[in-house]
Every structure is written in C-alpha cells, then in structure tokens.
C-alpha cells in the first residue's frame, strides 16, 4: 500500500481556510499554506534557474503569482541535460471557463513556447457529472468541449499538445487508474479530501483519474518522461497522492507548480461557480462584463471627496488584483497604478472603466480565437 509520505498530518483545522480541489472557503493565507501542505516556496536558485533556463522572466514569476512548489529541480535537471519531460494540467467541465481558470492557463502556455516540450490538457467531464448533483454527462461532456476551446485559444502548439476528455479516453486511461485506484486506500483519500458516508464511489474513485495523465507521457514513451503540473494550489491534493503512487506503478513523480487564486470581483476569495458576478466569464458578452465590473467590490472610500484625501486601499480591491493578475503586465505601469490609487488621484469608478477596456480587448482576441479553434479541436482530441 501508499507509504502515504504526502499525505500525512493532513489539517482538519477549522480555523484556516479551507482549500480543497472542490470548494475554496476562508480568507486564505499562502504562506500557511505552504506549510500545512508541505510545498516548497518558489524562490532563491530554483526560480532563477528557471528564469534562466527560459531565457526571459513572467510577470507571475515576478510578482510571486506562481509561488510554490514540489520537485521542480528534477525537471529543471531534465531541461538542462536535454532529457524529455512533458506539461500537463486540466480543467473540470461544470460550466464555461472563467479568468481564474485561465490564469494558470497563461502560464502553461508561456513554458511550452519556452521549453518547446509536450501539454496534456485533461477535462474530467467523470469528475463533474460525480460531484455536482445538477449536471449530467451529457452536460459535463458539452462543457468539455467548449473549455477545451478557451484553452487552446491561449495558442498553443497544435504539434505539442492533446486534450484528454476522460469519458473518451477511458479504454486507454482506466487500466493506468484502476492500477493507481489499487494502490489509494479508503482512509487516505478520506483523510486527504474529507470524505464521508455520504460521498459517493464515484468520487472515491475519481482522484485515480486525474493521476492518470500525470503518467502518460511515460506510459505512452515506454521510458520516464516526468509531468509538470502547473495549476493553482487548490489542486494540490490529488497530487499528492499521484506523488504517493508514482513509484509503486514504476512512473517518475509528477513535479508541481502552484500559483494563488484570482479573487473574486465581489471581494473574498476564489471565484465561485455558484455566483456568476463574482467572475468574468470568457463567453460574457461586453455589456454583461462591464456591468460585473461596475459592480465589483473596491477598496475604495464612501465618498469623492474622502477618497481624494485619504487613498484607496489596493490590497483588499479585486480592480487591483485584475489587474496584478492578469491585465497589467508591465511593472512599472502597476505601480502607477497603485501610487494612483493609494495617493486618490485615481478614483474606483475610472478605475473600473479602465480595466473593462483592457479586459474587453483581451476578451475580443480570445472569442474570435476560440470560434476559429472550433473547426479544429477535433485535431488536438487524444484517441483511444
Ligand atoms: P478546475 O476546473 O476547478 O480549475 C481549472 C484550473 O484553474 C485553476 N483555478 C484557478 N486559478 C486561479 N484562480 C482561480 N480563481 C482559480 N479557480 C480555479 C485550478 O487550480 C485548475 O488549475 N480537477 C480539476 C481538473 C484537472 C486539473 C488537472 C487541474 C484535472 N487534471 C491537472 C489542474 C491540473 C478541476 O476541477 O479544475
């Protein structure tokens, strides 16, 4: 059985904020995080390798965006020495994507242009349709297909990537689950993602599916060819289970690459499915994006006047964080932004108006994207 190495101590500790692959409550601080989870920060020789390696920096490198880690020097040795390794991160179908999805996403897209190495894009449509009462197959599968759309429309290389839809794949992929499943006892998953009577076997069964693709560039090479998996750190849990099994199947441990959660435009945390004011979503049509982004929560003042005397506060304004995140990638233009704010030159409704700008351009380019990758996505599917 699973040494279970990863997987231990795991919190039950009501008073943090719960962060797990399917809810994201509480005010989260990442740097317990990294604790509680027993990642490694990113930072010092390991980030510059991989700065240097890359041969240019990334704003989410810079601004600590991606922050955490597990092994990512056996990939960076990989890198260095010529050896193959292979990106691979997912999405789980349960409605259209939004911005939080595709930050990591951006991310990914930024390594494969370059290290030039292989994406394997999973969409768990058998996650989805088991954890949410409301949704069918039929459903999730639909919504597979459209995420599958807003990632490709990201650009990346048709040569170099797949998408891996699970309910289509299943002849190649359940032999590689049922072998991780073998190995993932009752009490671990239910010490790692809380589990109760009322889950269902589905769930149970589920994380052995997400491991899969961990494995599959090796199962399909016949030698190791490591994962990297970047996603945001909610993740986190099902691979570390993956990184438990790995050595018992005979496949490297998959290597990771956490990055925080874009938060909500209503002030908290991650963006939530269940209220879709708190997130632009990437099929939002301008009128409905400006009018979430004329409501968002701010870090502003009550009034004109006392917010020209006094100064936002950019630290708890999801305005800021957009733009931090996602749409202001040049340094020097944030942190005039930020003067701009703190100082009250900048007030929140111009703000608002500004970022919507920025978002609705970005937002054309990848709708028209996404409606050009359509006629192809059947070309990156993953076949049995
Ligand atoms: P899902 O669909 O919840 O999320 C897809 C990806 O988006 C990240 N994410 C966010 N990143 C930043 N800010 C946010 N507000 C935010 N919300 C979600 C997630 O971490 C994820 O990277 N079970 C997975 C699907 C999956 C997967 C994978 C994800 C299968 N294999 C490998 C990552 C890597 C899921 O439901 O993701």
Redesign the pocket.
Known sequence: MVENDECKGEAKEEAKAKVT?WEVRGVVDYDELVVRFGTTRLEGATKRRLVELAGEDHWMLRRDIFYSHRDLDTILDRQSKGKPWAL?????PSGHTHL??V??WMFNKWLQDRFRVPMFF?L?DD?KFVFNPELTLEKTHEYALENALDFLALGFDPKLTKVVIDTDLIRTMYPIALRAAKRITFSTARAVFGFTNENNIGQLFYTSM?SV?AFLPSALAGEEVPTL?P??I??DA?FRITRDVAPHLGYPKPALLH?K??PSLLGGD??SASDPESSIYTTDKPKVVRKKLMNAFTGGRVSVEEQRRLGANPDICPVFWYEHYLFETDDAKLADIERRCRSGELLCGEHKLALYAKVEKWLEHHQSERERIRAHLDDFMMKD
Do not use: N, S, V
């Not at 691979?88 to 789980?92: D, F, H, K, N, S």
């Open positions: 692959p691979y991160t997912g999405r789980g939080g999805h930050t990591p999973q768990t996650e997400q693709p998996i996603a945001a909610d993740q099902h990055c959660l874009l991650k963006m």
